[in-house]
């Protein structure tokens, strides 16, 4: 079981907007680490999404966007697109780089 | 462009030693920090370790005692041996390149991610 909790999937349709959690504590996020996102396409590699809480590397549409509360962080996706189906992972340091367990997001 | 490229056994025998290169191509080695990340079927992403040019490394406190990256600079490589696997170590490994950042707000400010995957090699531990 992974310190940084994610809901296990989420789901919306195209056009709309999903949020995807990620929970640490005050070893972790709430440390003041930052945290970073990456999209794992179907039996590709992770890609980086979001790096630094809120910056996106070039190329990543402004779509994604993401952002840090506390011992929180979340990862925003508007304007929903079948291209977005994947799994996202939160990713964080506790003495080690940490990551979430995932979240599978579907479009319907 | 820089691009990583895995090789190795995809078959190791229980109790037997796991051993994989990934190859930096496009770019230089002589920075960043070099990372391995594994992930189980249909499970999530666990962070090994890496390591700096210089052949500092980091390990995973839980992997730790059975983990060895090391680095060749001068065949731009960089390895993972994992020693006395069970089958609770198959998985597909991606090696990943560590790289600094910039905070595209304050130019002040730097991150450390991994920023460029490999393409992922599965391992299976079966007798």
């Given at each position: 079981q992974?310190?940084?909790?994610?809901?296990?999937?989420?789901?919306?349709?195209?056009?709309?907007k999903?949020?995807?959690s990620?929970?640490?504590?005050?070893?972790?996020i709430?440390a003041g680490?930052?945290?970073?996102?990456?999209q794992q396409?179907p039996g590709?590699a992770p890609k980086?999404?979001?790096f630094?809480?809120t910056?996106?590397?070039?190329?990543?549409?402004?779509?994604?966007?993401?952002s840090?509360s506390?011992t929180?962080?979340?990862l925003?996706i508007t304007?929903?697109?079948?291209e977005d189906?994947?799994?996202?992972?939160?990713?964080s340091?506790?003495?080690?780089?940490l990551f979430g367990?995932g979240t599978?997001?579907?479009?319907? | 462009?820089?691009?990583l490229?895995?090789?190795?056994?995809?078959?190791v025998?229980?109790s037997?030693t796991?051993?994989?290169?990934?190859t930096?191509?496009?770019g230089?080695?002589?920075?960043d920090?070099?990372s391995?990340i594994r992930?189980?079927p249909?499970?999530?992403l666990?962070?090994?370790?890496?390591?700096?040019?210089s052949?500092?490394t980091?390990?995973n406190?839980?992997l730790?005692?059975?983990?060895?990256?090391?680095?060749d600079?001068?065949?731009k490589?960089?390895?993972?041996r994992?020693?006395?696997v069970t089958?609770?170590?198959t998985?597909?490994y991606?090696?990943a390149r560590r790289?600094?950042?910039r905070?595209?707000y304050?130019?002040?400010?730097?991150?450390?991610a991994?920023?460029?995957?490999?393409q992922?090699?599965?391992?299976?531990v079966?007798?």
């Amino acid at each position: 079981q992974s310190v940084l909790t994610q809901p296990p999937s989420v789901s919306g349709a195209p056009g709309q907007k999903v949020t995807i959690s990620c929970t640490g504590n005050n070893s972790n996020i709430g440390a003041g680490y930052v945290v970073h996102w990456y999209q794992q396409l179907p039996g590709t590699a992770p890609k980086l999404l979001i790096f630094g809480n809120t910056n996106r590397p070039s190329g990543v549409p402004d779509r994604f966007s993401g952002s840090k509360s506390g011992t929180s962080a979340s990862l925003a996706i508007t304007g929903l697109q079948a291209e977005d189906e994947a799994d996202y992972y939160c990713q964080s340091y506790g003495g080690s780089p940490l990551f979430g367990g995932g979240t599978k997001l579907t479009v319907l | 462009q820089v691009q990583l490229q895995e090789s190795g056994p995809g078959l190791v025998k229980p109790s037997e030693t796991l051993s994989l290169t990934c190859t930096v191509s496009g770019g230089s080695i002589s920075s960043d920090y070099w990372s391995w990340i594994r992930q189980p079927p249909g499970k999530g992403l666990e962070w090994i370790g890496h390591i700096y040019h210089s052949g500092r490394t980091n390990y995973n406190p839980s992997l730790k005692s059975r983990v060895t990256i090391s680095v060749d600079m001068s065949k731009k490589q960089f390895s993972l041996r994992l020693s006395s696997v069970t089958d609770a170590d198959t998985a597909v490994y991606y090696c990943a390149r560590r790289a600094q950042l910039r905070d595209g707000y304050n130019m002040d400010y730097y991150y450390y991610a991994l920023d460029i995957w490999g393409q992922g090699t599965a391992v299976t531990v079966s007798s």
